[in-house]
Every structure is written in C-alpha cells, then in structure tokens.
C-alpha cells in the first residue's frame, strides 16, 4: 500500500485551487462544444487547460523531490521513492 503524502495546509490550499481552475477550463471546454463555438476557440482552451495541468504536474513532482525524498528515513525508503519517481517520470514523459 502506498504511503500518504501530508501537505501543509498552504500547499494543500494552493493545489486545491489550481485544480479548481482547471475543472473550470474543463467545464467552460463542455459548454464551448454544446454551444458550437468555433473550434479555433475551442482548441485555444485546449491548450490553455493542457498547460495548466502540466505545470500542476511539474509543482507535484518538485515537490515530491523535495518532500518525498530529502524525508526519507532510512537510505532504502530513499530507494522506494525514487523508484516511484521515476516510475511516474517515465509515464509522465511518454505523454
């Protein structure tokens, strides 16, 4: 089973918001395609939601280098999670 990750409150709070915004990107995307907005409008929103959620991803995984691997008690937990690191790096970047 995998471990949590605690985050401070602040944190917490700023990722929860990002991701908000990104739900409302994804929401207005719905409405554009049900309204027949033009699709140049429409992609545009593509990109802006895609670039939204790659740097929500690229805040995650800095702060799982930071977090994550620096509070590792024991040298083979450091392993365990770079092993998952890379793990997700890897999927992260076939996308």
């Known amino acids: 089973m995998k471990s949590?990750?605690?985050r401070r409150g602040l944190d917490k709070r700023a990722l929860v918001v990002?991701?908000?915004?990104i739900k409302g990107?994804?929401?207005?995307l719905e409405k554009m395609i049900e309204?027949?907005?033009?699709?140049s409008d429409v992609l545009m929103q593509?990109?802006?939601?895609?670039?939204?959620?790659?740097?929500?991803?690229e805040e995650l995984i800095e702060s799982?280098?930071?977090?994550?691997?620096e509070s590792a008690g024991?040298?083979?937990?450091?392993r365990r999670h770079l092993q998952s690191?890379?793990?997700v790096l890897k999927r992260y970047a076939a996308v």
């Open 4 to 6: 949590k990750h605690i």
């Open 18 to 21: 990002r991701l908000r915004k």
């Open 25 to 28: 990107q994804i929401e207005a």
């Open 35 to 39: 309204t027949d907005i033009d699709c």
């Open 46 to 57: 593509v990109v802006s939601a895609r670039q939204a959620l790659k740097s929500f991803s």
């Open 64 to 69: 799982h280098m930071n977090e994550c691997m």
């Open 74 to 78: 024991t040298r083979s937990e450091g």
């Open 85 to 87: 690191l890379l793990t």
